[in-house]
């Protein structure tokens, strides 16, 4: 997998705290911010999963059984 480069600004206190707690564990800034950025995209889709189970679930009493649906579907 290739890397790119991706430039912020955020406030020198974080900057200052981030830079201090990744020297403390011997932890890259790279390593750090990039298992970050995939934690919270990983909590998002979750959220955004549990927000769908939420408006389908009103719709599960309509819902037809698996099997009758590939019955349909395969016209048998």
Request: glycine share 4%; with cysteine.
């Amino acid at each position: 997998m290739g890397k790119t480069t991706f430039a912020m600004k955020i406030s020198e206190v974080v900057c200052k705290d981030f830079k201090a707690f990744c020297k403390e564990h011997g932890i890259k800034y790279s390593f750090f911010i990039e298992e970050a950025i995939k934690e919270k995209l990983a909590e998002e889709e979750l959220r955004d999963d549990i927000l769908d189970l939420k408006t389908l679930r009103k719709e599960e009493k309509s819902a037809v059984p698996f099997e009758e649906y590939l019955r349909v579907r395969d016209g048998v």
